[in-house]
């Protein structure tokens, strides 16, 4: 049973065109929400995160959404650029504890010049 | 600061051999998570330490074991190895458990189990 899903595998975006990777999850614990980048041979790499007391963080390019009562997040990133293309992983953590992070399959993110 | 340092970096082993993984955290992180990453599964956590103690564990069966050091230094160990234990191990390390705090990742160690 997934309990993080992120349903679309891959998304091609212009550059300079708003890019946005959902994300749905089914355990109402969950509290703590992350989205990581990955590129190929490398570990993820820790972009932005969203506690569940607020439905909104912004950092840069990139802003996560959440919207508890449909167990929904999304990261926007505006503008899209060539280096953003990489696998987006979205993860959820229960009752704080950031070792045990649950993770979605990803999500291949392609920009094109 | 140093990040997350695994070794090794690459790794073939024969099916029923069995393998040791290292991962030094970042300095005065002091919780380290295993992940194990396969095409079809994505990552799926392995195990969590904390103070040198397992502090949860995954679906995984017995033959993938773990410790962690006094240094926050941690090993991971998978015995008899089958060919389905080809992966990308990643670990993770965090300041704390608990708290809103993210985790951040090694480059990982591709294990090929032929």
């Known amino acids: 049973d997934q309990q993080v899903k992120q349903n679309s595998p891959s998304l091609s975006v212009q550059e300079g065109r708003i890019s946005i990777l959902n994300c749905d999850y089914t355990n109402s614990m969950f509290d703590y929400f992350l989205w990581y980048k990955k590129y190929p041979a490398e570990g993820p790499t820790f972009l932005i995160s969203i506690s569940s007391i607020k439905d909104k963080n912004e950092d840069g390019r990139f802003t996560v959404f959440l919207n508890k009562s449909a167990k929904h997040l999304s990261l926007h990133i505006v503008p899209s650029q060539p280096g953003d293309s990489a696998v987006y992983f979205c993860a959820a953590s229960n009752g704080g504890s950031q070792g045990n992070l649950i993770f979605g399959k990803g999500t291949k993110l392609s920009v094109k010049p | 600061k140093a990040g997350v340092t695994q070794t090794p970096r690459y790794l073939i082993k024969t099916r029923g051999q069995q393998v040791t993984l290292s991962c030094s955290p970042i300095s005065g992180h002091r919780s380290v998570s295993w992940y194990q990453q396969t095409p079809g599964q994505g990552l799926q956590f392995l195990f969590e330490y904390f103070s040198e103690t397992q502090r949860n564990k995954g679906n995984f069966p017995g033959r993938f074991s773990g410790r962690q050091f006094s240094n926050s230094r941690s090993e991971m160990n998978v015995s008899t190895l089958e060919l389905g234990d080809s992966a990308l191990y990643l670990c993770?390390?965090?300041?704390?458990?608990?708290?809103?705090?993210?985790?951040?990742f090694g480059q990982g160690t591709r294990l090929t189990v032929v």
């Open positions: 993770a390390s965090s300041r704390m458990r608990q708290g809103n705090t993210e985790a951040f």
